[in-house]
Structure formats: C-alpha cells, structure tokens
C-alpha cells in the first residue's frame, strides 16, 4: 500500500494537468491543450527521477488548487473564494509550502486586478477561511487523537531552509520563463490578473523561492502554462516549425552522442545552431522570434527526454 499511494498521487496530479491544459485555451483547441500538458508532464527530462525524490502530495495540492480556480473563473466571487479556502486548509493538513506561495502569487493577482477592492476581500477570505477551516478540523482530530502532534507546516516556516532548485532542462527553463514573461507582461499592461497570471506568478515564486523536492510540483505547474502558448500560436500546425523543431532534435541527439556532455550544454549548443541556421533559412519568411524559439526549445527538449532514457548524459 505504501508504495501504491505515491503512483496513485502522480497519476492524479496527471489528470490535474490536463485538466488545466484544457481549460486554459478556448474550446476549439482545448483538447489539444490538454493532451500538449499532458504529455508535457510525463515526457520531461527529470520526471522519473522527481517521481522518486519529490513529493507527491505538493504536486497533487498545487495543481488541485490552480485547476479548481481555473475551472470556477465563472463562479462568484463568494463561492470561489471559500472553495479555494477549503483547499488551503488541506494544503495546511498536508503541511505543504505552497500554500505560503499560493499567498505570495495572489499578491500580483490582487495588486492588478480589475476590482481590486474585491480581490483584497477574496485574498483575506482563502487566507482567514483557510486558516479557520484548518484550526476547526485539526482541533476537532487532536481533541479526538491527541497523537496527531504538531501541524506538519510548524517545519517549513523558516525562511533560511528555502533553497533554489537546480534547473533540470534549459529549454523547458526557456518556455516556461518565456510563459511568465508573457503573463506578467499582460498583467501590467492591460492591468488584468485572472487564474492564468496567478498560476504563472505561482510559477515564478516557486522556482526561486522552493526546494529540491518541489520540482515534480514544479514541472505539473508550468506543463499547462506551455502548453497554452503552443497550442494558442498553432504551433503544430506549421510545418517551417516542425522542421525547425526536428532539426534541432536530431542536432541534440547527434551533439549528445559525440560529446557526452551535461544535457543543459547539449541543448544549448542546438538550439543556438539552429536558431542561427533557421533565421538564415527562413528570413523571408513570417515566422516570428517567439515561434523560432519555440521550435528550437520544443526539439532539444525531447532530445533531453530520450537522452535522459537511454542515458547519453553523464550523472
């Protein structure tokens, strides 16, 4: 049993994911969306290796609550915000840090939001309601099994315990901080903050501010977010960029087969070959920077995961 659950928690965090991809673009592309996340969770680099080392209830906690705000955009303010209270005081039962983060992302979301006012009462409603939800139902369990001890979040509130974690994959690093980039660009200048800005600024404080053992969370959080942008650029559906992405596939695997380097130096080296070599080939072309890049990054990362699986790169 013990070794079922964790599979049981990745398999849900899974379906979070597409759950999230599907929801994030418009109903005539959100199959692709979900199936684009999907597969963009379970064939990254460091997945199995996560799967071993991360927990699986943080993942399965982040994506639950980023998916459920996703999916109840349309809900009123009230009822959305002490669903998503509910779900802080489980992140508290679990003794996860994101729910510190999920606080910190909401900040932007309310700083930018369109009725701010409004965003300040539901920040106070998920964190007062959180907290209440979480005070009732631990008091009543301790009252009834005094064994239960402590709060499991009594041990990551210590700021000097946060480590940055290591970056696993350069091009994912590339589209996910291109996907923020992009988000916190929106959020400034058309002044809007919905569901999407809060995941990519959850996003962001994560991958500073969160430790090793957070980087399963970290890969379920961003595969909707990258997904979204592909899918929106039909991004399949060009054929300049499925060659682009090809080349630098085979550029990767053939790099990675010769030098035997770390797979971060590997990709890079594509993916600046090839970006050069395309921009050569296809400047009178439309195709833009941010597909170029696109293409590039999306080639060298599945390099990165069939390299990682027949074990081309040094551990």
Do not use: K
């Not at 969770?41 to 994506?63: E, G, I, Q, R, Y």
């Not at 005070?135 to 700021?159: N, Q, Y």
């Amino acid at each position: 049993m013990p070794t079922i659950i964790p599979g049981l928690l990745v398999a849900a965090t899974a379906l979070l994911v597409l759950a999230a991809g599907w929801r994030l673009l418009s109903p005539q592309n959100s199959a692709t969306g979900g199936i684009v996340a999907l597969l963009l969770f379970l064939l990254h680099p460091a997945f199995l290796s996560t799967v071993m080392t991360s927990s699986p209830w943080d993942s399965l906690f982040v994506m639950l609550f980023v998916t459920a705000w996703l999916w109840m955009e349309h809900w009123s303010l009230f009822m959305r915000s002490w669903v998503l209270a509910g779900l802080l005081s489980i992140g508290l039962w679990i003794g996860s840090p994101f729910v510190l983060w999920g606080l910190v992302a909401m900040v932007p979301w309310v700083l930018f939001n369109r009725r701010p006012w409004m965003a300040v009462v539901s920040l106070l409603t998920v964190l007062i309601g959180g907290l209440a939800i979480f005070a009732v139902t631990w008091g009543g369990a301790w009252f009834f099994t005094p064994e239960i001890g402590r709060p499991l979040f009594a041990s990551w509130i210590r700021w000097g315990g946060l480590q940055v974690p290591p970056s696993v994959s350069l091009p994912w690093f590339l589209l996910a901080a291109g996907v923020v980039l992009e988000q916190g660009q929106e959020m400034v200048t058309q002044r809007r903050a919905d569901a999407t800005v809060f995941a990519a600024m959850l996003l962001m404080a994560t991958a500073l501010f969160a430790s090793s053992s957070m980087t399963l969370a970290l890969i379920a959080l961003s595969s909707p977010l990258i997904a979204q942008t592909l899918a929106r650029r039909e991004f399949l559906y060009l054929r300049r960029v499925r060659w682009i992405a090809a080349a630098t596939f085979v550029l990767s695997v053939a790099l990675s087969y010769a030098l035997r380097r770390e797979a971060w130096m590997v990709s890079g080296m594509a993916m600046f070959v090839m970006g050069i070599a395309a921009r050569l080939i296809y400047q009178r072309s439309r195709l833009s920077q941010f597909q170029l890049g696109e293409a590039v990054c999306v080639g060298a990362f599945l390099a990165e995961t069939v390299g990682t699986h027949l074990h081309l790169f040094p551990r």
